[in-house]
């Protein structure tokens, strides 16, 4: 399979904490990007990183790509309640993207 | 802006019952357009992808078939529902240009086969 793949595959922390969530991959890409779905929702882009690039920050959000190692890792800093949600990566080939099975972030206050 | 509209919302219909699930796009021209499934607690499978007006690409043969008659319309169909049919479609649609762009969401479909 293509797909990416999350670890963990479940979260909790505390607000104010770091959460950190991985993903692993098999080929090549064109680009590897991050979503979060809240409960029953559709799924909202977070950030888009090329293979080219090895990181990327969009506010409290940073991703790095190692291409070597065929990984990924998204960074969520000083998480708030608000940021609970299921955390997917997805793997760009052609004109598809190749989700995993995602991380189930829990954000106590 | 561009939105992305699904309906229904919810759907709960019995075995054997015919499906049509549909989506459009607005704000955007010539966009590519994808049905995935999402069971309970897991991660999508994408179904049907479609680059243009008639061109459907199909990723997991089933129970199920795509159609795009208008450039932002895709409806998802099934002449006779199964059981293992229940899930989580959700529509998503991305620029129409070369390479995996960011996709666009819509609310979803909750459908329940009973």
Redesign the interface.
Known sequence: SQ?GEEDPQALSIQEGENATMNCSYKTSI??L?WYRQNS??????LI?IRSNEREKHSGRLRVTLDTSKKSSSLLITASRAADTASY?C?V???????????TILRVKS | SQTIHQWPATLVQPVGSPLSLECTVEGTSNPNLYWYRQAAGRGLQLLFYSVGIGQISSEVPQNLSASRPQDRQFILSSKKLLLSDSGFYLCAWTKGASGPLEQYFGPGTRLTVT
């Open positions: 797909q064109n680009n990007q029953g929702r559709g799924l909202v882009h888009l997917f997805a760009g080939y052609g004109n598809k993207l190749v989700f995993g099975a995602g």
